[in-house]
Nanobody, 124 residues
């Protein structure tokens, strides 16, 4: 069992930056693929980014490519999402997820464990 707790959400003006953190506990974290998803009001949950166990391989949704960066610190059991050049359309609840696979997936059903989510609001 893996427990995931997100933090770092809040409100930001367009063009600003924010860093989300996701701390894992409960079992070995370092071998899990970790992902970030988001869900805006009235919309389905969508993939944002994922990172493999070593941090050497990452994937991003086209909508965030070049603006967001995913990273992880296995010594701290933490994965991060660095968000730059934020846009109003980035407003959503952001979820951290852990997969038991070693492969990178964009589909939410390939992730077994989920955090409770943290709200990110981008507005002027």
């Amino acid at each position: 069992q893996v427990q995931l707790v997100e933090s770092g959400g809040g409100s930001m003006q367009p063009g600003g930056s924010m860093r989300l953190s996701c701390e894992a506990s409960g079992r070995t974290f370092s071998r899990n693929v970790m992902g970030w998803f988001r869900q805006a009001p009235g919309k389905e949950r969508e993939f944002v980014s994922a990172i493999n166990w070593s941090g050497g391989s990452t994937i991003y949704a086209d909508s965030v490519k070049g603006r967001f960066t995913i990273s992880r610190d296995n010594a701290k059991n933490t994965v991060y999402l660095h968000m730059n050049s934020l846009k109003p359309e980035d407003t959503a609840v952001y979820y951290c997820a852990a997969s038991v696979s070693t492969l990178l997936f964009t589909a939410a059903n390939m992730y077994t464990y989920w955090g409770q989510g943290t709200q990110v609001t981008v507005s002027s």
